[in-house]
């Protein structure tokens, strides 16, 4: 029976993000959990509250918790992912065979931004673009498509900016696998690595990759992925 992978996608992002992983990654189920108001959920409402967007895939995730399978998410998603399995763990649902995040700095290490998501539009949008990325130009330079865009990202955003840990460091009874890209400026190798606090089963690996290109033909995340699965 093939493994079952779920995703979460980083902040902004979509199921149409990961069209290029189902196509390389051999011999696993890929599912990516859309979250409200994005994609094929862009009727719902969308979620600024992380609790409430947590509670909302867990719902959503719950009935189709059969083994085997394992999770993953970049960046926001990776913190989705994990207190997902916290709460997976918690309430006895079958856990999954591994918790795959990249992207992402362990969850107990402080905000490195400040933040912004209550600012007015243009100032969101440039300080969006100081600490994040730049619009696309497409979508910057398009009206209609940025009045669409930006409500999303700026919901993502306050879910982001309203995560707070809870200092409980409970040890996963689960494997978790950590993926750092080498030229990440979000979350350095050293920073991924102190996830490796939350189990007894870490691995660790370094790939070339900046925070947004492990999604765009990026054959050596496909492949490890792969491995790691397999």
Known sequence: MPVTLFCFPFAGGSSALFHKIKRDIQNVDIQVMEYPGHGRRFS??????????????????????????????????????????????????????NFILSGRRAPHIPPSMPQIHHLERESFIEKFEQYYQPLPSEIKNEPSTLALFLPIIKADISVLEDYQFDGYNEILPCPITAIAGDSDLHSSLADVKLWKKYTSQFNCYEIKSDHYSFFSDNIEFTKLVSKILN
């Open 44 to 97: 719902e409402p969308l979620k600024n509250r992380f609790a409430d967007l947590e509670n909302n895939l867990y719902d959503s995730l719950k009935p189709l918790l059969k083994q085997p399978y394992a999770i993953y998410g970049h960046s926001l998603g990776a913190l989705i992912g994990f207190e997902l399995t916290r709460k997976i763990i918690r309430n006895g649902d079958p856990a999954p065979q």
